[in-house]
């Protein structure tokens, strides 16, 4: 074995001088102020407990609180609604539609199924095929949507979504799901907003629903040019919608329970009649 070769002295200080920072980050870090340390820990404990709250305590409260109305599905549904239904997607996993259609003979049944179809420019939802026919062979009036994506040209959304939803006589409008703005401006947000939904109003002959929750509402799509839309709310946990314009659904909890589904699901009501809910279907 061939001996190490001593070091020369002049490599030991440069060694030695790049090791001394090192030694001073650790001092320096060993004296951090006990404020500043405190104020840290603060922190970190806050934002953990902000977390643990809205995606644990909150959802489950309200499930277990006590309910002065009408109870189903695992949740105090919103009083004085007649029509309600779910949304689903592959999150779901396999549906048991001959149980799903159970909730007919209920005092609050299903009526209504939304689904989603696509995602962006180019993902498709492997569920949906299946689940769009087996909704109308067992009753349900049908719809679907298509999740938005920001950083995408909203035209290659648009044709994806149009390749890939046959919508026919009976079914609901097709739907535009916004939930995020990206890294676009507002203007930029709206203006590709605007443009899915006018191909897709072309194509259909019938104007989609938009759906987004009421604070994204009120932050993103506030232009006048989408007033004219029907409004699927998003607004969880609460005894009645905050949104203040007019809306069509709203989706009110995402930890509802139904038969023929093993996951939680999603529930919506309708604002109107059965017969009005009919009369906003494809003719």
């Known amino acids: 074995m061939t001996p190490r070769k001593p070091v020369p002295s002049h490599k030991k200080k440069r060694i030695a001088s790049s090791r001394s920072p090192r030694k001073k980050k650790k001092k320096s870090l060993r004296n951090m102020p006990n404020w500043l340390r405190n104020t840290l820990a603060l922190l970190v404990v806050g934002a953990f407990s902000v977390t643990f709250y809205y995606f644990v305590i909150r959802p489950y409260s309200y499930r ?120 676009k401006t507002k203007a930029e947000l709206q203006q590709n907003i605007k443009r899915w939904l006018d191909r897709v109003e072309d194509h259909y002959g019938v104007k989609p629903i938009l759906y987004t929750s009421y604070k994204f509402k009120t932050s993103y799509l506030d ?5 004219d839309y029907p409004y699927w709310i998003a607004h969880y946990y609460v005894d009645s919608v905050r949104y203040e314009g007019k809306w069509h659904f709203w989706q009110h909890t995402d930890i509802g329970t139904v038969p023929g589904i093993e996951h939680d699901v999603d529930l919506n009501v309708f604002n109107g009649t059965l017969e009005e809910l009919q009369q906003l279907t494809i003719k």
């Open 64 to 183: 277990w609180k006590e309910c002065y109305g009408q109870k189903a599905y695992g949740i105090c549904l919103p009083c004085c609604y007649e029509v309600h239904g779910i949304d689903i997607s592959h999150y779901q996993g396999v549906i048991d539609w001959g149980k799903l259609t159970q909730s007919h003979e209920t005092d609050f049944p299903l009526h209504f199924v939304f689904m989603k179809a696509t995602e962006g420019g180019d993902h498709g939802d492997e569920t949906f095929e299946k689940n769009f026919e087996e909704a109308r062979k067992h009753g349900f009036i049908r719809g679907a949507y298509h999740f938005f994506s920001p950083k995408t040209d909203p035209l290659k959304q648009a044709e994806f979504f149009i390749r890939t939803v046959k919508l026919s006589q009976g079914d609901l409008p097709p739907v535009l799901d916004v939930e995020v703005r990206g890294k």
């Open 223 to 227: 232009d006048p040019i989408f007033n």
